[in-house]
Antibody, heavy 118, light 110 residues
């Protein structure tokens, strides 16, 4: 069974940093692109970042570019999201998602809540 | 900035058919945007329904279908059921390794 378990969320002050982790199991992690998607309270989904199989290729939504960094450790079946210079508008549930055929998203984690507030 | 548009809300009667659409501010949606669709009920993670325009994800009932209608991607639910009441999001690949979600459609079945 595919499992994606996010961790690392919590309350952080504006300007602070957090590192999210997503532990994967039940599939061959190294053969999937990985994405992060977030959802602000009561709002829609927002794609924020993707990383390729070996980590050599990354991309970001404009709203997080330069502040967030995606990375992965295929030996540990884990993908990370380093979030710096956090703003109130970054408050959201952050989902770890596998890539899927045809530039789609496949398997979703349950999400971890990040709250940016003083 | 690329904007992906969806109807904010839609209503369908049980057993009825509804088509939700997904448009692109910069022009027409094509198969090269690899439209995909996701269903989300309150408090749950999204679930992948359709990818590559019209391919159903594993376990998705065949009452869900995807297509390109005119200049938009479309999700059609044929024979709507009560548990189809959810938010539906489309996702488009807009090139340069960037993806954009639509704002979502809240579907009511009543």
């Amino acid at each position: 069974e595919v499992q994606l378990v996010e961790s690392g969320g919590g309350l952080v002050q504006p300007g602070g940093s957090l590192r999210l982790s997503c532990a994967a199991s039940g599939f061959t992690f190294s053969t999937y692109w990985m994405h992060w998607v977030r959802q602000a309270p009561g709002k829609g989904l927002m794609w924020i970042s993707r990383i390729t199989l070996d980590g050599s290729g990354t991309s970001y939504a404009d709203s997080v570019k330069g502040r967030f960094t995606i990375s992965r450790d295929n030996a540990k079946n884990t993908v990370f999201l380093q979030m710096n210079s956090l703003r109130a508008e970054d408050t959201a549930v952050y989902y770890c998602v596998t890539g899927y055929s045809g530039h789609a998203l496949g398997y979703w984690g349950q999400g971890t809540l990040v709250t940016v507030s003083s | 900035q690329t904007v992906v548009t969806q109807e904010p809300s839609f209503s369908v009667s049980p057993g009825g058919t509804v088509t939700l659409t997904c448009g692109l501010s910069s022009g027409s949606v094509s198969t090269n945007n690899f439209p995909s669709w996701y269903q989300q009920t309150p408090g749950q993670a999204p679930r992948t329904l359709i990818y590559s325009t019209n391919t159903r994800s594993s376990g998705v009932p065949d009452r869900f279908s995807g297509s390109i209608l005119g200049n938009k991607a479309a999700l059609t639910i044929t024979g709507a059921q009560a548990d189809d009441e959810s938010h539906y999001y489309c996702l488009l690949y807009v090139g340069s390794d960037i993806w954009v979600f639509g704002g979502g459609t809240k579907l009511t079945v009543l």
